[in-house]
Protein backbone atom coordinates (compact mmCIF):
# COMPACT_ATOMS: atom_id res chain seq x y z
CA UNK A 1 0.00 0.00 0.00
CA UNK A 2 1.01 3.43 -0.62
CA UNK A 3 2.58 5.45 2.74
CA UNK A 4 -0.47 7.58 3.47
CA UNK A 5 -2.60 4.70 3.43
CA UNK A 6 -0.52 2.75 5.71
CA UNK A 7 -0.31 5.54 7.95
CA UNK A 8 -4.35 6.77 7.59
CA UNK A 9 -4.95 2.76 8.58
CA UNK A 10 -2.48 3.01 11.82
CA UNK A 11 -4.34 5.83 12.93
CA UNK A 12 -7.62 4.29 12.07
CA UNK A 13 -6.55 1.27 14.36
CA UNK A 14 -4.74 3.27 17.24
CA UNK A 15 -8.00 5.41 17.38
CA UNK A 16 -10.38 1.72 16.88
CA UNK A 17 -8.08 0.35 20.08
CA UNK A 18 -8.46 3.03 22.62
CA UNK A 19 -11.08 1.51 25.08
CA UNK A 20 -8.61 -1.49 25.44
CA UNK A 21 -5.13 0.67 24.87
CA UNK A 22 -3.51 1.22 28.77
CA UNK A 23 -3.61 4.97 28.40
CA UNK A 24 -5.22 7.40 30.46
CA UNK A 25 -6.87 11.35 29.40
CA UNK A 26 -6.82 12.85 26.19
CA UNK A 27 -2.82 14.08 25.85
CA UNK A 28 -2.22 10.09 26.37
CA UNK A 29 -4.87 8.86 24.10
CA UNK A 30 -3.81 11.91 20.88
CA UNK A 31 -0.22 10.23 21.54
CA UNK A 32 -1.19 6.46 21.31
CA UNK A 33 -3.10 7.14 17.69
CA UNK A 34 -0.30 9.45 16.52
CA UNK A 35 1.83 6.43 17.49
CA UNK A 36 0.03 3.81 15.58
CA UNK A 37 -0.02 5.85 12.79
CA UNK A 38 3.68 6.87 12.93
CA UNK A 39 4.65 3.46 13.65
CA UNK A 40 2.39 1.99 10.92
CA UNK A 41 5.07 3.54 8.72
CA UNK A 42 7.71 1.36 10.28
CA UNK A 43 8.36 -1.80 8.27
CA UNK A 44 9.33 0.22 5.47
CA UNK A 45 12.66 0.76 7.12
CA UNK A 46 14.05 -2.35 5.18
CA UNK A 47 14.81 -0.01 2.01
CA UNK A 48 16.64 3.25 1.15
CA UNK A 49 14.71 5.52 -0.73
CA UNK A 50 11.36 4.92 1.16
CA UNK A 51 9.33 7.74 2.86
CA UNK A 52 11.28 6.24 6.45
CA UNK A 53 14.84 5.90 5.38
CA UNK A 54 14.85 9.52 3.80
CA UNK A 55 12.76 11.25 6.62
CA UNK A 56 15.91 12.22 8.45
CA UNK A 57 18.69 12.29 5.94
CA UNK A 58 21.76 9.79 7.34
CA UNK A 59 19.88 9.26 10.55
CA UNK A 60 17.43 7.46 9.38
CA UNK A 61 18.94 6.12 5.76
CA UNK A 62 22.35 4.40 7.60
CA UNK A 63 20.05 2.30 10.17
CA UNK A 64 17.74 1.62 6.92
CA UNK A 65 20.49 0.00 5.11
CA UNK A 66 21.58 -2.19 7.89
CA UNK A 67 18.00 -3.09 8.96
CA UNK A 68 17.70 -4.21 5.29
CA UNK A 69 20.13 -6.22 5.55
CA UNK A 70 19.25 -7.67 8.55
CA UNK A 71 15.52 -8.50 6.97
CA UNK A 72 17.37 -9.76 3.75
CA UNK A 73 15.05 -7.26 1.56
CA UNK A 74 12.16 -5.33 0.94
CA UNK A 75 8.78 -7.07 2.34
CA UNK A 76 10.78 -9.45 4.10
CA UNK A 77 11.97 -9.82 7.68
CA UNK A 78 10.26 -6.46 8.84
CA UNK A 79 6.78 -7.77 7.35
CA UNK A 80 6.75 -11.19 9.09
CA UNK A 81 3.56 -10.87 11.31
CA UNK A 82 5.12 -12.70 13.90
CA UNK A 83 8.79 -11.56 14.16
CA UNK A 84 8.54 -7.98 13.13
CA UNK A 85 5.89 -6.73 15.98
CA UNK A 86 7.96 -8.58 18.29
CA UNK A 87 11.46 -7.29 17.06
CA UNK A 88 9.97 -3.58 16.96
CA UNK A 89 7.87 -4.25 20.27
CA UNK A 90 11.33 -5.28 22.27
CA UNK A 91 13.23 -2.56 20.93
CA UNK A 92 10.67 -0.12 22.11
CA UNK A 93 9.90 -2.30 25.66
CA UNK A 94 13.80 -1.24 25.89
CA UNK A 95 13.57 2.17 25.13
CA UNK A 96 10.59 3.20 26.91
CA UNK A 97 12.12 3.25 30.47
CA UNK A 98 14.11 6.38 29.38
CA UNK A 99 12.97 9.85 28.66
CA UNK A 100 15.07 10.36 25.62
CA UNK A 101 14.54 7.08 24.13
CA UNK A 102 10.72 7.82 24.38
CA UNK A 103 11.01 10.58 22.75
CA UNK A 104 12.72 9.84 20.01
CA UNK A 105 10.43 7.11 18.85
CA UNK A 106 7.50 9.52 19.71
CA UNK A 107 9.50 11.82 17.87
CA UNK A 108 10.15 8.73 14.92
CA UNK A 109 6.38 8.42 14.92
CA UNK A 110 4.92 11.88 14.35
CA UNK A 111 7.61 12.32 11.57
CA UNK A 112 6.55 9.27 9.75
CA UNK A 113 3.19 10.65 9.95
CA UNK A 114 3.59 13.91 9.32
CA UNK A 115 5.77 12.72 5.87
CA UNK A 116 3.12 10.20 4.74
CA UNK A 117 0.00 12.66 5.18
CA UNK A 118 2.42 15.77 3.33
CA UNK A 119 -0.54 16.07 1.23
CA UNK A 120 -2.73 17.15 3.48
CA UNK A 121 -0.91 19.59 5.23
CA UNK A 122 -0.36 22.95 4.02
CA UNK A 123 3.46 23.97 3.06
CA UNK A 124 6.22 21.67 2.69
CA UNK A 125 8.22 22.03 6.14
CA UNK A 126 7.06 18.20 6.98
CA UNK A 127 8.80 17.18 3.76
CA UNK A 128 12.06 18.73 4.93
CA UNK A 129 14.86 16.91 7.31
CA UNK A 130 15.09 20.29 9.10
CA UNK A 131 11.22 21.22 9.21
CA UNK A 132 10.76 17.89 10.07
CA UNK A 133 13.10 17.14 12.95
CA UNK A 134 11.41 20.42 14.58
CA UNK A 135 7.68 19.95 14.28
CA UNK A 136 8.08 16.12 15.05
CA UNK A 137 10.70 16.42 18.28
CA UNK A 138 8.78 19.60 19.38
CA UNK A 139 5.49 17.50 19.40
CA UNK A 140 6.91 14.18 20.97
CA UNK A 141 7.99 17.05 23.75
CA UNK A 142 4.98 18.52 24.21
CA UNK A 143 2.78 15.10 24.36
CA UNK A 144 5.58 13.91 26.57
CA UNK A 145 6.24 16.87 28.98
CA UNK A 146 1.91 16.42 29.78
CA UNK A 147 1.29 12.87 30.28
CA UNK A 148 2.97 10.12 32.35
CA UNK A 149 6.07 7.96 31.16
CA UNK A 150 4.63 6.25 28.21
CA UNK A 151 5.35 2.74 29.67
CA UNK A 152 2.61 1.83 26.42
CA UNK A 153 4.96 2.41 23.97
CA UNK A 154 5.79 -0.95 22.77
CA UNK A 155 2.01 -2.02 22.21
CA UNK A 156 1.07 0.82 19.79
CA UNK A 157 4.66 -0.05 18.02
CA UNK A 158 3.59 -3.61 17.51
CA UNK A 159 -0.22 -2.19 16.77
CA UNK A 160 1.36 -0.12 14.09
CA UNK A 161 3.43 -2.64 12.75
CA UNK A 162 0.62 -5.22 12.45
CA UNK A 163 -1.22 -2.72 10.78
CA UNK A 164 1.12 -2.08 7.81
CA UNK A 165 1.36 -6.02 7.18
CA UNK A 166 -1.80 -6.38 7.04
CA UNK A 167 -2.29 -3.35 4.43
CA UNK A 168 0.53 -5.06 2.27
CA UNK A 169 -0.96 -8.56 3.00
CA UNK A 170 -3.76 -7.89 0.62
CA UNK A 171 -1.67 -6.46 -2.28
CA UNK A 172 -0.54 -8.66 -5.02
CA UNK A 173 3.08 -8.43 -3.67
CA UNK A 174 2.03 -9.62 -0.32
CA UNK A 175 4.08 -10.69 2.57
CA UNK A 176 5.66 -13.30 3.84
CA UNK A 177 4.20 -16.53 5.56
CA UNK A 178 5.46 -15.55 9.27
CA UNK A 179 8.80 -17.66 10.26
CA UNK A 180 8.35 -20.22 7.29
CA UNK A 181 10.13 -18.01 4.80
CA UNK A 182 13.56 -18.14 6.92
CA UNK A 183 13.53 -21.97 5.53
CA UNK A 184 12.11 -21.68 2.32
CA UNK A 185 11.02 -18.03 0.97
CA UNK A 186 7.34 -17.95 -0.02
CA UNK A 187 4.50 -15.31 0.32
CA UNK A 188 1.32 -14.73 1.34
CA UNK A 189 -1.40 -12.53 -0.82
CA UNK A 190 -4.62 -12.11 0.31
CA UNK A 191 -6.14 -10.23 -2.30
CA UNK A 192 -5.36 -8.81 -6.42
CA UNK A 193 -5.23 -5.29 -4.97
CA UNK A 194 -2.26 -3.53 -6.76
CA UNK A 195 -0.43 -0.36 -4.99
CA UNK A 196 -1.87 2.80 -6.13
CA UNK A 197 -4.79 1.92 -8.02
CA UNK A 198 -7.92 3.90 -7.48
CA UNK A 199 -9.75 1.73 -5.36
CA UNK A 200 -6.68 2.36 -2.57
CA UNK A 201 -6.47 6.42 -3.32
CA UNK A 202 -10.65 6.72 -3.52
CA UNK A 203 -12.43 4.19 -1.20
CA UNK A 204 -9.69 2.71 0.84
CA UNK A 205 -8.11 6.10 2.23
CA UNK A 206 -11.25 8.06 2.64
CA UNK A 207 -12.32 4.90 4.53
CA UNK A 208 -9.70 5.48 6.86
CA UNK A 209 -10.11 8.11 7.45
CA UNK A 210 -13.74 8.20 8.53
CA UNK A 211 -12.98 5.84 10.80
CA UNK A 212 -10.31 7.37 12.34
CA UNK A 213 -13.24 10.29 12.75
CA UNK A 214 -15.49 7.85 13.82
CA UNK A 215 -13.36 6.18 16.58
CA UNK A 216 -11.89 8.92 18.37
CA UNK A 217 -15.58 10.54 18.75
CA UNK A 218 -16.36 7.34 19.95
CA UNK A 219 -13.88 6.47 22.15
CA UNK A 220 -12.77 9.78 23.97
CA UNK A 221 -14.93 12.25 25.93
CA UNK A 222 -15.60 13.81 22.82
CA UNK A 223 -19.30 11.94 22.78
CA UNK A 224 -20.29 12.63 26.12
CA UNK A 225 -19.16 17.00 25.41
CA UNK A 226 -21.20 17.10 22.23
CA UNK A 227 -23.81 15.42 23.39
CA UNK A 228 -25.29 18.35 25.10
CA UNK A 229 -25.09 20.38 22.10
CA UNK A 230 -26.62 18.09 19.90
CA UNK A 231 -29.67 17.78 22.58
CA UNK A 232 -29.78 21.53 22.21
CA UNK A 233 -29.87 21.33 18.30
CA UNK A 234 -32.95 18.35 18.60
CA UNK A 235 -34.81 20.60 21.11
CA UNK A 236 -34.42 23.72 18.52
CA UNK A 237 -35.96 21.67 15.84
Given amino acids: MLGHSHALSGLAAGAATLPWAPVQGPVAQAAWVAAAGGMAMLPDLDHSGSTVSDMWGPVTDVPSGAIGRLAQGHRWGTHDALLAPLAFGAFALAAAD????????????????????????????????????????????????????????????????????????????????????????????????????????????????????????????????????????????
Fill in 98 to 237: AYWSSLLLLALAIGLALRALHFVIPGRAENTVVGNLVLSWGGAWLLLDHMPPPAWLPWAVALGVLTHIAGDAITTQGVPVPVVWLVKRCRLALTPLKTGTTLEKAVLAPAFVLATVWFVYANTGLQDAVAPWVQELRSLG
